[in-house]
């Protein structure tokens, strides 16, 4: 199923596994902040990063192993999806109620790291609907999604660690 698509999976499982080892360098820089502002972030904002990453590695892992089937890709990629669907609607409502305090989030925040992911989530749903009836775009379906969840957590790891890095009062 996955035939020619074993160093595309291996290299955007190998970059989402390096993504995750940078969520550690990221925790490290919140160490001066508030225990409740830290709690609220992990939950809103590194989230959704840890999950676009980790959705990569496990729809690539699954994509290499041996002789997995359309069928059980599906059910892994509608897990995935439901999952993402759930935690991208929950980041994007918590955001939302972000906006009404005294120092609220950028207006971005609320489209990448909570529709996007949600709208990716979505995709892959589909792509899992895709795979259940053995559509032959469906491979290059989850491919894409994987790329963007790939861009989307590069983008969103740039923009925690900027806004975390020690800067002058």
Not at 51 to 64: D, G, K
Not at 119 to 137: C, D, Q, R, Y
Request: glycine share 8%.
């Amino acid at each position: 199923m996955f035939e020619h698509w074993g160093e595309f999976y291996l290299l955007a499982g190998s970059a989402a596994a390096v993504l995750i080892g940078l969520i550690f360098v990221v925790v490290t820089l919140m160490q001066d902040k508030p225990r409740s502002t830290m709690l609220a972030g992990a939950q809103l904002y590194m989230g959704p990063v840890v999950l676009q990453v980790s959705f990569v590695l496990v729809l690539s892992a699954a994509a290499l192993t041996p002789g997995i089937g359309p069928r059980d890709y599906a059910v892994i990629s509608a897990i995935v999806a439901a999952w993402g669907l759930f935690r991208g609607v929950q980041s994007t409502v918590g955001i939302r109620r972000l906006h009404w305090q005294e120092d609220p989030p950028h207006w971005t925040d609320q489209w990448f790291y909570g529709v996007f992911p949600t709208l990716l989530s979505l995709g892959v749903a589909e792509v899992a609907w895709a795979f259940w009836i053995n559509e032959p775009w469906a491979v290059h379906g989850v491919a894409f999604l994987v790329t963007a969840n790939l861009l989307l957590a590069i983008r969103n790891e740039w923009d925690l660690i900027t806004w975390l890095a020690p800067r002058r009062d």
